[in-house]
């Protein structure tokens, strides 16, 4: 695959209008996502591994990998000594990819935005990479996020910095600490996700302790 065409499948997924569209375009990227992300000079996996490690013992129990994908985020923790992680992704070619790096206990798919097939408090701590951006997981998600990561549980995520402003995404986290779902720890300034495709792109991360 030569750049423009890696180029066109994230152009594919950022331009989807709906869960299907979505689904099907990293169902047909899955084989080349690593390779072609890496290309781009995603650091967004660096900067989320850097919190991770920094709030998160890899002993403190089950780790839900919400927007596994291919397992790059997951693949990084195992080697850090996260061993008791759970992935979900919506595409199913995604999570056969992740499947073959054998790091995470159990691989699911299920829809962040829609109701999670887990009980109240499954998991220590959430982390969620690459998820919140265009045209991909509402601000509603985390919601069910809060719900399934037990109290005083970490969730860390990535978001996208313009869509973090202008859909929604200010607006929930905010509601949320306010209603005393969740605590502020820390968030990053923006920075570059993807320097050597798309410069403009900014992401944050940022990290909750659940109430």
Known sequence: MDLSDRSKCLEKVYSAR??????????????????????????IPAIMTCLIGRYIPPDTGTMLDAGAGTGILGETLALMGYKDLV??????????????????????????????DFLDNSFASTVSMGVFTQGHAPPESFDELIRITKPDGYIIFSVRADVYLEQGFKEKQDAL???????LIEKTEPFRALPLEDPEILNRVFAYRVS
């Open 177 to 183: 600490e306010k209603e005393g779902k969740w605590r």
């Open 87 to 116: 992935g979900i992704d919506m595409s199913q070619g995604m999570l056969e990819v992740a499947q073959k790096k054998d790091v995470h206990k159990k691989l699911l798919k299920m829809t962040l935005g829609e109701e999670l």
């Open 18 to 43: 709906n869960n299907e569209e979505l689904a099907e375009g990293y169902d047909g990227w899955a084989k080349d996502y690593d390779r072609d992300v890496l290309s781009f000079g995603y650091k």
